[in-house]
């Protein structure tokens, strides 16, 4: 304990020396810049006609765009400005639409496309540049200027290597770990080792806006996360860190955030495509289709995009207890329309609604000998009684308003969304073993059936100032309401499927809760010069909640328990940044988050509600691009204190809830990308977590000071090659490799006895495309070239004493190859 005391200690030190450094510099740097700034002014409209003059000069450093990433205008330019300002927003002038461009790299606008590419491949060539566009901090900014670890995959770029899911990208981005259940929405997300103990999620989930996903302790919202079809993403942002002062609860590992493509309001466009693939061991062949449209109804004010998505994907395990094969097989629909009315200047209004649905016959769980640990059959093979479907469908519908009030934008964001899951288990070996022992004549058959209903309201209202001012702040309000639904059912039948009677139902069980929060929240940044600058947040949030417990069944006593809750928690963040020079920045980070609590049952000995756990992050970084911006860096150090976390205890034999215990994590997260040629881009990136409980857990949950946690690599990386040339002025071609590695893990706390090791694997993909006259687009990708048979989860089963039965895994997906045909018009 002495050593890892002081460890911690020492790291937390060198993270507050790194923010006493920087705060350091702060007297040097404001004198300088200010000898350094003439006062001349300039008007507003005779620097917006030099910027549209440099802007035509295509070969310049810097491309004026009259349109943002988003498709809306760029906001107009008022009053007057310095030499230096104008100069400032002449070279980093992001808020006007200005971008610096690397030199032999191309940044792509408003549908024009480098040589050979289509332009349909814009949103790639973007992020793929050196200046990403996020909004992590819920205002437009330069992805070297955030003073956040934060990675972004391009939705064209997930399309381009086949990546149709959550463990497809995952990998590729440093610190984000997934877990699968078997199937696409059957996901849970870990960040910077933040591991998902508990009844709640760790990693917030937002789509564009607005959070999907329960908040509440009973929705089961950890194991089945948002997983969107890419065809119609601009781009994932996988923010890591405490996010709680902007995003609110939920997201104390971080967050993951989908944006999708806006309408343009300019241009007709369509892209449509279809796609065949095939996965080892499967022996049906896989489809997809897909097409978006772009409709500009009224040039310049109104602008619809449309699009519609549709993959089946093979099985490829097999039943060696039914005899059945490729029992895996799923199917998953989604579609989205998006309005974007631009009613003035100064405001537009965006209407989107987004369905999708995940229905899969069977998981792909596959089974391995307790004894040997050899995997059964052809060692994709499976052996449960019955079928296990898995459906998930999501309606969401958003409105969010923009009115520019001179002074600041006033936004208005209201969503509305409904999932509904269904999982079906197969627990014959568990429950069915035993029905002799309540008076049946054999053992039988028990299907488990989980059926969660989730409505949820949102609303934000919030005010922006203009961005690259010295004082830069926003104010907003939150509110959301959930409804929730958690209908359990296990059944008693027997093996020629007929009900047993006086055990069916077996088990009946229902925890139907709601959950309402309501939040104010503040962030603001002071540039005290042009280097350095310091951001802060606050956020105040209540929460209250209800539930019930409903029982009935053979099993349990018929019953309805009720509980409440109602709890405030507050969060901050502190950002002090330092830009060493034009392109590279030091920035330190202090951030605080939150899972929320909530009722727990009523009864003797056990507490009437759980309380909120909390966890605080120190943070100190480095982002530079170096070599004339062929060379990208971005580092970063973090210690993590957890505290209070939510576990499940049992007391006086019944199962509850409870905050105990502590856990820490810490580690170095990496990603770099060279362009040594022009076309060639290379990339790696790295994260090193070492996330441990920091005191012993209660007695029977089975984790003790010092074990590591669950799930999480100690190391994890990967490497990446992409190289595009253009072959004649109509024809390009592009060539691309990765190779993911996921490290070591344990399925549980190290102590428990229920703990398997989950070994370490690496994966490589590759994918090849052909592009003729910027219309049509050839792709064919090698998934899991070399079929590693990786762990991507792995866990013990146990029978109903408690002992183990079989041990359960998800493996990495066998070698998938697919071809891809894309029509841009």
């Known amino acids: 304990m002495t050593g890892s005391v002081s460890k911690r200690g ?38 917006s006609a030099t910027l549209t003059q440099i802007g035509r000069q295509t070969d310049a450093e810097v491309i004026f765009a009259p349109a943002d990433v988003r498709g809306k205008r760029a906001p107009a330019l008022r009053g007057s400005y310095t030499a230096q ?207 978006r449209v772009n409709i500009p109804l009224v040039p310049g004010k109104l602008g619809l995009a449309a699009s519609y998505a549709y993959r089946k994907s093979p099985g490829y395990v097999d039943n060696v207890q039914t005899g059945k094969r490729d029992v895996n097989d799923y199917r998953q629909e989604g579609a989205r329309i998006s309005l974007l009315w631009q009613a003035t200047e100064d ?75 269904m999982q079906v288990q197969d627990v014959s070996r568990i429950y069915g073993a035993v029905f002799p022992l309540f008076g049946a004549p054999d053992a039988g058959l028990s299907p488990a059936t989980l059926n969660l209903d989730l409505k949820k309201v949102t609303q934000e209202v919030r005010l922006t100032s203009p961005s690259r001012g010295r004082f830069e702040w926003q104010l907003g309000l939150f509110y959301t309401y959930e409804k929730s639904g958690n209908d359990q059912l296990v059944n008693a039948y027997d093996f020629g499927g007929a009900p047993i009677a006086g055990l069916d139902p077996f088990v009946v069980g229902s925890l139907p809760s709601t959950y309402r929060e309501y939040a104010v929240f503040g962030n603001a940044t002071y540039r005290f010069s042009d280097r350095f600058d310091v951001t ?77 756990d909390s966890l605080v992050n120190y943070e100190l970084g480095f982002k530079s691009m170096l070599f004339d911006r062929r060379v990208t860096i971005d580092l970063a150090a973090f210690y ?53 409980l920091a005191a012993d857990m209660p007695a029977g949950t089975g984790g003790l000071d010092g074990d590591r946690l669950p799930s999480i690599p100690k190391w994890s990386g990967s490497l990446t090659a992409d190289y595009s040339t253009a072959v004649t002025d109509t024809v390009g071609i592009r060539l691309g490799a990765g190779l993911r590695h996921t490290g070591n893990r344990l399925s549980d706390v190290a102590s428990s006895p229920l703990t398997l090791p989950i070994r370490s694997y690496s994966a490589l993909d590759l994918n090849a495309a052909l592009t003729i006259d910027d219309r049509w687009t050839v792709r064919a990708y090698a998934r899991n070239v070399t079929d590693s048979g990786g762990a991507v989860s792995r866990g013990l089963s146990t029978d109903a004493f408690g002992q183990p039965s079989h041990i359960l895994v998800v493996p990495t997906q066998p070698r998938t190859i697919g071809l891809a045909v894309d029509l841009a018009f």
């Open 347 to 421: 405001f537009s209004v965006r209407l989107s609604g987004l369905w999708q649905t995940i229905d899969a016959a069977d998981t792909a769980r596959i089974i391995e000998d307790l004894a040997t640990g050899a995997r059964i059959g052809d060692g994709m093979s499976s052996f449960y009684y019955l079928e296990q479907p898995f459906r998930k469908k999501l309606h969401y519908y958003a409105a969010t308003l923009d009115y520019d009030l001179g002074f600041a934008q006033l936004t208005s964001a209201s969503t509305y969304s409904r999932t509904r899951t």
């Open 536 to 612: 802060g947040g606050l956020r105040w949030a209540k929460n209250r909640q209800r539930f019930s417990q409903i029982s009935a069944g053979f099993l349990l006593p018929p019953g309805e328990v009720p509980g409440r809750s109602s709890e405030d928690v507050v969060t901050y963040s502190v950002s002090p940044r330092f830009h060493v020079g034009d392109d590279s920045m030091i920035y330190a980070r202090v951030a605080s988050g939150y899972r929320p609590g909530g009722p727990n049952l009523t009864l003797p000995g056990v507490p009437p509600m759980v309380g909120s």
């Open 10 to 47: 020492s790291l937390r030190a060198s993270l507050w020396l790194g923010v006493a450094m920087i705060c350091a510099t702060v007297a040097d740097a404001a004198a300088a810049q200010t000898v350094a700034a003439p006062q001349l002014d300039i008007p507003a409209q005779t620097l």
């Open 640 to 692: 993590m204190d957890w505290k209070d976390i939510q576990i499940g205890v049992v007391v006086n034999g019944a199962s509850a809830l409870a905050n105990a215990g502590s856990a820490r994590s810490q580690g170095v997260e990496a990603a770099i990308t060279w362009q040594p040629v022009e076309g060639l881009r290379l990339g790696a990136s790295g994260a090193y977590t070492d996330a441990r």
């Open 85 to 291: 300002q104008a100069l400032t927003i002449a070279l980093q002038g992001t808020a006007l639409g200005v971008r610096r461009t690397p030199q032999g790299a191309y940044l792509i606008q408003g549908g024009g496309a480098a040589p050979g590419e289509s332009g349909a491949g814009s949103a790639a060539a973007e992020i793929e540049s050196a200046d990403i566009v996020v909004t992590a901090q819920k205002r437009e900014e330069n992805l070297q200027d955030v003073p956040i670890s934060i990675s972004v995959v391009g939705g064209e770029k997930l399309r381009q290597t086949g990546a149709s899911q959550l463990t497809d990208f995952g990998p590729y981005v440093a610190g984000l770990q997934v877990d699968s259940g078997g199937t696409p929405g059957q996901s849970t997300l870990s960040l910077r080792g933040i591991a998902p103990i508990g009844a709640s999620t760790t990693v917030g989930t937002y789509l564009d806006d607005a959070p999907v996903g329960s908040s509440s302790l009973y929705a089961r919202s950890p194991s089945f996360t948002l997983d969107l079809l890419p065809y119609d993403i601009e781009r994932v942002e996988i923010l890591r860190g405490p996010q709680g002062t902007l995003y609110g609860a939920s997201s104390i590992g971080g967050l993951l955030k989908y944006v999708t493509i806006a309408p343009d309001l300019d241009d007709f466009s369509g892209k449509a495509g279809a796609e065949i693939f095939g996965i080892r061991h499967g022996e049906d062949m896989g489809y997809a289709g897909q097409a």
